[in-house]
Nanobody, 125 residues
Framework: QLQLVESGGGLVQPGGSLRLSCAAS????????RGWVRQAPGKEREAVSC????????FYPASVKGRFTASRDNAKNIVYLQMNSLSPEDTAVYYC??????????????????WGQGTQVTVAL
């Protein structure tokens, strides 16, 4: 059974940092690409990042470039999203999502076949 489980969300003050984790079971990194999608209150889901492979990640929103980075622990099959210099505009539910590796990374939400339950990130004083 394919499963993604996120953790690491919470409440943080503006300018702070959080690291989200996405643990996978039922498949390996050879089979899928993992990424992050967020949904802010009252807005549609927005692709944040996607694994290109060979340690590279693409970030889609211009607002996160330079502030968010991605990494992975292959032994544990976990990917991380390090979020720095957070602002209230980053407040959202963050979902780990995956698509089959035969497909290229995309910001098209419907292309992602597998989803975690989401973790809330709130940036506020």
């Amino acid at each position: 059974q394919l499963q993604l489980v996120e953790s690491g969300g919470g409440l943080v003050q503006p300018g702070g940092s959080l690291r989200l984790s996405c643990a996978a079971s039922g498949f390996t990194s050879d089979e899928v690409r993992r990424g992050w999608v967020r949904q802010a209150p009252g807005k549609e889901r927005e692709a944040v990042s996607c694994e290109l492979g060979r340690g590279h990640t693409v970030f889609y929103p211009a607002s996160v470039k330079g502030r968010f980075t991605a990494s992975r622990d292959n032994a544990k099959n976990i990917v991380y999203l390090q979020m720095n210099s957070l602002s209230p505009e980053d407040t959202a539910v963050y979902y780990c999502a995956a698509l089959k590796k035969v497909y290229a990374c995309t910001r098209t939400i419907s292309a992602y076949d597998y989803w975690g339950q989401g973790t809330q990130v709130t940036v506020a004083l």
